[in-house]
């Protein structure tokens, strides 16, 4: 009897043993793989979704490693991605520590509300429903992180309330007597320093040329606000303005009417909010394109004909 005993013992350690080294040992997983682990799934859950992703290759083992490690009830729900070759126990680990996956969305500056919306609703893993088109200058322009399970309601969510954020911060930390006579014009305006220029150098320059406008009573005159007349921002214009695009009845165009538009005309980054609530302090009036991906500015007309007529030449 006590043969039998001895015998099952040193089994039962053998077997042990054996467990325990398949718990520690390399796994089965040939290249990597993402496996979703649902909400209120339990172990026995978990354990078939690894093995149907070929993670592991003994569900029952894993239940019992899991148990004796006391992480059973912490396995958390989630995106998981899984490298080649990881053991149970990493793998058990790894779950325990909610290491979820997450992805990464990126909205440029500059971006119509239309745009944004696009790349939203195309962002892979986001659930939901589509978004509609939302007002202009509503979203800040940045690089947002989700999850498996957020929505694209929740990353438009966040981006609203960035922009938000950024245009207050701005607002009260204003420059003294700007011609603006609230936070909402002053969107507006960065709006229009955002379309006019990708240069973070300039951004402040630009903004003076707008800024030394309002405050002469003269009209604003920049071609992305007759674009944005034109398309109604729902598409790009994909081509040039012609002469008659400048007499368009639209609020929009600033070659016919005083002062700012009546709303934004693209979503613009935290920069060009900066830009409008800070302009530089000159007395230019002009800018046009130097034709090396900057601007030339003039504080007279005579100065700015000038610098078009050199435009014209780089374009010839």
């Known amino acids: 009897m006590k043969k039998v005993i001895v015998l099952l013992v040193i089994m039962a350690a053998c077997a042990a043993a054996y467990a325990r080294k398949m718990v520690y040992q390399d796994g089965p997983l040939t290249e990597a793989v993402t496996v979703l682990v649902p909400k209120g799934a339990g172990s026995a859950g978990v354990a078939v979704r690894l093995q149907q992703g070929g993670v592991i290759n003994h569900p029952f083992l894993f239940r019992i490693a899991a148990r004796l490690s006391g ?24 779950l325990a520590a909610g290491e979820i996956v997450y992805h990464q969305l ?42 498996y399970g957020d929505t694209k309601q929740d990353v438009w969510n966040e981006g609203k309330s960035a922009a938000q954020k950024v245009l207050m911060q701005a607002w009260e930390n ?3 007597d700007l011609p603006v006579k609230n936070p909402e014009e002053l969107l507006v305006l960065a709006s229009i320093i955002e379309k006019e220029t990708a240069i973070d150098e300039e951004r402040a320059v630009v903004a003076s040329v707008f800024v030394n406008r309002l405050r002469k009573g003269m009209k604003l005159q920049t071609d992305p606000t007759v674009i944005y007349a034109l398309t109604e921002g729902n598409a790009e214009l994909k081509r040039s303005l012609k002469r008659k695009d400048l007499q368009v009845d639209s609020p929009y165009n600033t070659y016919k009417y005083y002062g700012l538009p009546p709303k934004p005309i693209c979503n613009p980054g935290a920069a060009s909010i900066w830009a409008a609530a800070h302009p530089a302090d000159t007395d230019y009036l002009y800018f046009v394109a130097d034709g090396k991906g900057g601007h030339n500015f003039s504080r007279s007309l005579a100065e700015h004909n000038k610098s078009v007529r050199e435009w014209v030449k780089t374009l010839r």
């Open 174 to 176: 204003r420059d003294d």
């Open 106 to 147: 990126t909205v440029p500056e500059g971006l119509m509300s239309i745009q944004v919306a696009e790349i939203i609703n195309k962002a892979p893993n986001l659930g939901g429903e589509a978004l509609p088109k939302f007002e202009e200058g509503g979203f800040l322009p940045e690089t947002y992180t989700y999850k």
């Open 71 to 94: 992480k059973d009830k912490l396995l958390k729900a989630g995106e998981y991605r899984f490298e080649p070759q990881i053991s149970m126990a990493e793998v058990i680990d790894k």
